[in-house]
């Protein structure tokens, strides 16, 4: 394994470590600019920098995409569904940060997740197509509420609801519905359907299934194949449809994913490898240390950035190895835009001395000087809560028998997922619900959905838990709209290959005193316990094998016993407890805030631009002021297609959308 010397590496970059100033005295900036090779450079290759470069390049603008990853986009674990939790571990696409949870050392160390002098893993990803090519595909649009609200935030009516369903619009493709309105897009979704005929014998699923759905409604489906006839009516509820934006009921869904229907993850890798033309240059292994200002001007105006080359040399790659980097620069025409994410935007920010001045100044020196104080930039982190509720089946979670989970030609369920078949089509959520913690919530705060197996969090090694837990059952419950904006990302130093600090200050300590997110997750919590208490009883109200094909030989009786957190917590003060010590989030969003341009902590402005500086924008989940609906995909790409219209309209190109 290489170590970072910081000896070693201050003297390799020297002046990578100052600021992305071109001072006054330097050579000829308006020449860089005016003969630069690319009118756009856009940093990062995700949600929010993918669809944008696209669009951009299909617009007639020579762009420029750097990937600090490689593409791994021919590996089983980035194209099989089933595989995404090893994704996420996966050797050469992997980017490991630890974070904290709280500022007390005690109390992250609770957390039966938290590695020794590290902290608590967030997987991230450092590959093309950035968090899509890893994560779990998950595709629901967010409430309509969500976007007037960042509407009323930002002081911009454009952004409501109504507009910004027509960004949305041209990015699905829904393929599971018969609306052509809804096909124009570029993201392929489906519906991942596990058939009635492979459910046969995995009592313990069924008997979830029927006891969730007989928490929402007293009727069921009818007698005749009753599993089947469940599924369909799960399924004609489409969270996706525009009705069910601006009034979402309670109540049981298929999940859409990001899968095609050949069964294949689909990504911002494969929309930009799919529209790749004369326009578009992709260069991986260019990681971005810092945005190249010309400072001769009243208003720093960003000219082009400085890109380190060389494969795994952040320190958030697994084995990184700093010592074959090299440094370079590149300008653009027009703009550079930052798509880095939630925690490398601050990162590349604070690194070019765009920040809160407070804390850069503790770097300030010969070599580094802050040009530009953003308090915002690193504030306002907020995410998700989310706990696993794991239970054990005694029979009845067969569905992954036979797998291995290695993604090769000796697996055989990988086999079936070549041919189209098999349980590796799906990303693993066999049904997911909306529900109100209390009824005296105006919409659904909470998304639980059922994974069949064990699934409690993020710690190295996660992944194999969860590939050899063939007994396991797991309800997540997640918790959504919270009310957290108090996290934290700052520098640890200025190498730019060294990882920020991370903290989200979870629950009290970043909440006002009035915040229900705690409680909201116990409410959570306890319905799905009374799911799994009900479950069997369950069996016996619907006649199961009714219709089931020649041959079933009916069901043993699920024995369903919780595992974590277990009997011990089955009072609401320690089952509390057992939460705020042991939630955690994937849906990091925040850092460089959207907002109006007399708010101190807003970095963007409505139109994307850094407040305070030219020719520079943010594209990513760093943007949004509150975090958005239940799953933070799709808001990010309908981010990225409004910002896409927001940059042609200034350079006199006709809008998509009117606004």
Not at 415 to 436: A, H, L, V
Not at 472 to 478: E, Q, S, Y
Not at 637 to 656: C, F, H, K, P
């Amino acid at each position: 394994m290489h170590k970072f010397n910081r000896r070693s590496l201050f003297t390799l970059f020297g002046s990578t470590l100052s600021t992305g100033v071109l001072t006054k005295k330097g050579f000829g900036q308006s020449s860089l600019k005016a003969n630069a090779d690319y009118d756009y450079i856009i940093v990062g290759s995700g949600a929010g920098g993918g669809p944008l470069a696209v669009n951009l390049s299909h617009a007639g603008f020579k762009v420029l995409l750097l990937e600090a990853g490689t593409d791994q986009g021919d590996k089983s674990v980035y194209q099989v569904p089933a595989l995404h939790p090893q994704s996420t571990e996966d050797s050469e696409m992997a980017w490991d940060f630890f974070v904290d949870h709280f500022s007390s050392s005690a109390k992250n160390e609770q957390d039966a997740k938290h590695v020794a002098g590290q902290g608590i893993l967030y997987p991230r990803a450092g590959t093309l197509g950035g968090c899509t090519a890893h994560n779990a595909m998950i595709t629901v649009y967010p409430l309509a509420k969500d976007w007037d609200q960042l509407a009323e935030d930002i002081g911009d009516e454009t952004y409501n609801a109504e507009t910004m369903r027509k960004y949305f619009a041209l990015l699905e493709n829904a393929e599971y519905t018969d609306s052509p309105d809804r096909k124009a897009g570029w993201l392929p979704i489906n519906l991942p359907l596990t058939p009635p005929a492979q459910l046969l014998g995995e009592s313990a699923i069924i008997a979830l299934l029927f006891s969730a759905w007989r928490k929402f409604r007293k009727d069921g489906p009818n007698s005749d194949s009753a599993i089947g006839s469940l599924l369909k009516l799960i399924r004609n509820s489409d969270v996706n449809a525009e009705a069910y934006a601006t009034e979402r009921p309670e109540g049981l869904i298929m999940i859409p994913t990001a899968i095609t229907s050949e069964g294949k993850r689909y990504s911002t890798r494969d929309h930009l490898l799919a529209n790749q033309n004369t326009n578009l240059t992709i260069r991986t292994s260019a990681l971005v240390s810092r945005v190249l200002f010309d400072e001769s001007g009243e208003t720093p105006e960003a000219i082009g950035v400085e890109y380190i080359v060389g494969d795994k040399i952040y320190q958030a790659s697994k084995s990184p190895n700093p010592s074959q980097a090299k440094k370079t620069n590149v300008y653009a025409k027009h703009e550079v835009i930052l798509a880095g994410g939630t925690f490398n935007t601050p990162q590349i920010l604070m690194n070019s001395g765009v920040g809160p001045e407070n804390e850069l100044k503790r770097f300030e020196d010969s070599r580094y000087k802050v040009i530009l104080n953003r308090e915002g930039v690193g504030r306002n982190l907020q995410d998700r809560y989310e706990v696993g509720i794991v239970s054990e089946a005694k029979y009845g979670v067969g569905l992954a028998d036979g797998c291995t989970f290695k993604g090769d030609v000796n697996d055989p369920c990988y086999k079936e997922w070549q041919s189209g078949d098999g349980p590796y089509s799906s990303s693993g959520g066999i049904i997911g619900f909306f529900k109100k913690s209390k009824q005296t919530v105006t919409e659904p705060d909470l998304f639980i959905f059922l994974v069949p197996s064990d699934f409690h969090g993020y710690f190295p090694g996660y992944s194999n838990v969860i590939a050899s837990s063939r007994d396991k059952l797991t309800w997540a419950v997640l918790k959504s709209h919270t009310d957290n904006h108090a996290g934290t990302v700052t520098l640890n130093d200025t190498n730019p290959l060294s990882k920020p600090i991370i903290n989200f200050k979870y629950y009290e300590e970043g909440s006002n005193p009035e915040s229900k997110d705690l409680e909201a997750m116990l409410d959570g919590i306890e319905f799905v316990r009374t799911i799994n208490s009900n479950a069997t009883n369950t069996l016996d109200i619907f006649d199961i094998s009714a219709g089931l094909p020649e041959g079933a030989s009916g069901f043993e009786y699920p024995n369903i016993a919780e595992a974590i957190p277990g009997p011990d917590y089955k009072k609401r003060d320690k089952l509390r407890e057992w939460v705020r010590r042991n939630s955690w989030g994937h849906h990091a969003c925040g850092t460089c805030k959207m907002g109006k341009e007399t708010d101190p902590l807003a970095v963007v402005n409505s139109k994307f631009e850094v407040i305070g500086t030219k020719s520079l924008r943010i594209v990513d989940a760093s943007v949004f002021p509150r975090i958005p609906g239940y799953f933070i995909a799709s808001s990010i790409y309908t981010m990225s297609e409004r910002a896409t219209d927001e940059i042609l309209q200034t350079r006199g190109v006709q809008r998509r959308v009117e606004v």
